[in-house]
């Protein structure tokens, strides 16, 4: 088993910026890629980035390329995200994913799930 804690949500000005990490423990030589995914209220959950853990290779939703960042550091187990130039419409609940099977936008790949941080974004 993989547990996954995410931190760094809270509330910020629409133009800011907020990094999420995620702390993975326990089998972690199983995860094969980390995925941030978010859901807002009734909505569906939607895919954010992912990160290869290996290699560090990337995949972004086109609508966040060139405003969030996905890095990881293998010492310490923990992926991040970086978001900046937030907008209202990024409010949601972001969770930390891990597939020990490839790097996917599709949440059904994942095996292992955080508990989610919210993001809010004022206007």
């Known amino acids: 088993q993989v547990q996954l804690v995410e931190s760094g949500g809270g509330l910020v000005q629409a133009g800011g910026s907020l990094r999420l990490s995620c702390a993975a423990s326990?089998?972690?030589?199983?995860?094969?890629?980390m995925g941030w995914f978010r859901q807002a209220p009734g909505k569906e959950r939607e895919f954010v980035a992912a990160i290869n853990w290996s290699f560090g290779g990337t995949a972004y939703a086109d609508s966040m390329k060139g405003r969030f960042t996905i890095t990881r550091d293998n010492a310490k187990n923990t992926v991040y995200l970086q978001m900046n130039s937030l907008k209202p419409e990024d409010t949601a609940v972001y969770y930390c994913a891990g597939s020990t099977l490839r790097l996917s936008a599709l949440h059904s790949a994942y095996d292992y799930w955080g508990q989610g941080t919210q993001v809010t974004v004022s206007s």
């Open positions: 326990g089998r972690t030589f199983s995860v094969y890629a």
